[in-house]
């Protein structure tokens, strides 16, 4: 095939009639939400008079569902793992332009099977995630420990579920400042439960270039600001196994990430803004992370969208790793965070179009040139 992707259709490979029926196939990977795709192919009556791939076994309920990209000189990507779990079909008359569209979620679905009533004693919020994970045979990020939360003892406030796992999984995140998700690198059925704060440290994986007239790699970017977005938290709460009537505080401006560039919001915006946080804590360290993640989700007020094909682009974009974006100015080239991935794939071509954020913008500068250690700012 022109274009080097597999289907792995309930563990077996697709055939080379689905792929050359494949009308279209749309994956969407992202740092914080369930991977989703969604199918096209058309519909025919078959000799027996029953419609093709409406009652596919490979396309059943729960029928487990892979694409893997492999860049060319690239190792392969597995850009989806997960299970079938939507089916419409569209029918005309006589069947011409019918079709069939499938769409599925990745494996953290199946942590989404049953809503639970649970305590959860004497463990971390980081403990309950890679116990949450391995209970489903999901191995466990090795980042999903840093930046803990204090255990949940008896003497202060125990952990409540009342939720399906992943929902639980989700809203601890929110509050710890972390992103979850369930994530393949490579190969379909070894999956990774993500619980952990962004990695922004280390060097792009890749470099989105717009300028170079050799070896530019992206046709157009779109660049965003949005500084209506708090830069400091005031942060107070007595606590329950404390009679200290002052109680704790945690008041901050930093998020306990680092900047990806050398200006953040409140230096770039020139102006802050304060809000207020009171939350059910045990200590001072869990208050800290409660206002911590406030200002790590408002951090990101800095955005590129763009669209790259695979095949100059020669890579594929993952969710969660960082890339630099060159010959787009002082402002905005520098490091990015890659927020979501939308791909469309055909037997030609593959297409990914992208969003990136930042929790930062470049220095200003009064002349032209190299800028933030990337070539190609100007």
Known sequence: MPNAFRLLLNGADADDDFYTSLSSLEVEENADLPGAVQLTVPVDRTASGDLTYVTDDRLKPFATFAVIATPDGGGDECIFDGLVLTAKLHLQKGTTASSLKIWGQDLSWLMNLEEKVKEWVDVTDADVANNIFNSYHITPAGDNRSDDSPSHTEDGHTLMQRSSDIQFLRSLARRNGKLCRVSCKDTPGKATG????????????????????????????????????????????????????????????????????????????????????????????????????????????????????????????????????????????????????????????????????????????SSGGSVGNLPGGF
């Open 194 to 365: 993500y619980f952990a704060k962004p990695r922004l440290d280390g060097d792009p994986v890749l470099t989105l270039d717009l300028n170079d007239p050799n070896d530019w790699t992206v046709d157009q970017l779109d660049f965003e600001w949005d500084v209506t977005r708090p830069t400091s938290v005031k942060s107070s709460q007595a606590l329950f196994n404390d009679n200290d009537q002052d109680g704790v505080s945690a008041d901050t401006s930093d998020s306990g990430l680092s900047l990806l560039d050398g200006r953040g919001l409140s230096d770039f915006a020139g102006k802050s803004m304060t809000v207020l946080l009171t939350a059910p804590v045990d200590d001072a360290r869990e208050l800290s992370l409660r206002a911590q993640s406030v200002l790590r989700e408002a951090g990101w007020f800095a955005r590129c969208e763009g669209e790259a094909d695979v095949a100059r682009l020669k890579a594929i974009l993952r969710a969660g790793t960082v890339v630099a974006v060159s010959g787009a100015g002082s402002l905005n080239s520098g490091k990015y965070f890659v927020w979501s991935v939308r791909h469309t794939i055909t037997l030609e071509s593959h297409r990914m179009r992208f969003t990136l954020v930042r929790n930062s913008v470049g220095p200003a500068t």
